[in-house]
T-cell receptor
Framework: NAGVMQNPRHLVRRRGQEARLRCSPM?????VYWYRQLPEEGLKFMVY????????ESGMPKERFSAEFPKEGPSILRIQQVVRGDSAAYFC??????????????FGPGTRLLVL | AQRVTQPEKLLSVFKGAPVELKCNYS??????LFWYVQYSRQRLQLLLR??SRESIKGFTADLNKGETSFHLKKPFAQEEDSAMYYC??????????????FGQGTRLTINP
């Protein structure tokens, strides 16, 4: 099992462009979480998705950010009209089932977004 | 609001010395606490969780609800313990909240 995959690992965008970050969960996992880590800070929860459903998006900025996890293919975090403050590391995690006791989130290597 | 505080951004100890990484949390419900570790050039991985009450790589952590703390300890540090350590809180699952709330992290350096 290759683990959680994220691509690209590094992404450079100019202000006003769009950024698309992809996350392929571990095989057999149907739950995906996105976290953002700003410089010198801890990871902050953004959104929790199951296949074709957004379960909790309480950490997502209200504008410019969206996430999806289609029936087929990876989960995508989309940032429209990026600004310098969006520069951060974006981590994806997946878990195998509806969370219960002993559920573990497995993390990807992250995508480092730099907005020029 | 729920919060996790790791007061030390940097911690440096000598090999063989005891290590304690501090973690305090703020949450009104019944929390689940975790320690995650990120070694150089590797991804974030779970080190241990309070429910399991286990020892991993010589590390232990006890949940102290009275002091709202979940400090990570190891009696004898090894050079391979050098890494970034994050304390994390998962809110009461019964309320349907699945997200982890992370502290800012502590960079542990073990000196030879």
């Amino acid at each position: 099992n290759a683990g959680v995959m994220q691509n690209p690992r590094h992404l450079v965008r100019r202000r006003g462009q769009e950024a698309r970050l992809r996350c392929s969960p571990m095989k057999g996992h149907s739950h995906v979480y996105w976290y953002r880590q700003l410089p010198e800070e801890g990871l902050k929860f953004m959104v929790y998705l199951q296949k074709e459903n957004i379960i909790d998006e309480s950490g997502m900025p209200k504008e410019r950010f969206s996430a999806e996890f289609p029936k087929e293919g990876p989960s995508i975090l989309r940032i429209q009209q990026v600004v310098r403050g969006d520069s951060a590391a974006y981590f994806c995690a997946s878990s195998p089932r509806a969370p219960g006791v002993q559920e573990t989130q497995y993390f990807g290597p992250g995508t480092r977004l730099l907005v020029l | 609001a729920q919060r996790v505080t790791q007061p030390e951004k940097l911690l440096s100890v000598f090999k063989g010395a005891p290590v304690e990484l501090k973690c305090n949390y703020s949450y009104s419900g019944s929390p689940e606490l975790f320690w995650y570790v990120q070694y150089s050039r590797q991804r974030l991985q779970l080190l241990l969780r309070h429910i399991s009450r286990e020892s991993i790589k010589g590390f232990t952590a006890d949940l102290n609800k009275g002091e709202t703390s979940f400090h990570l300890k190891k009696p004898f540090a090894q050079e391979e313990d050098s890494a970034m350590y994050y304390c994390a809180l998962m809110m009461d699952r019964r309320q349907g909240a699945q997200k982890l709330v992370f502290g800012q992290g502590t960079r542990l350096t073990i000196n030879p």
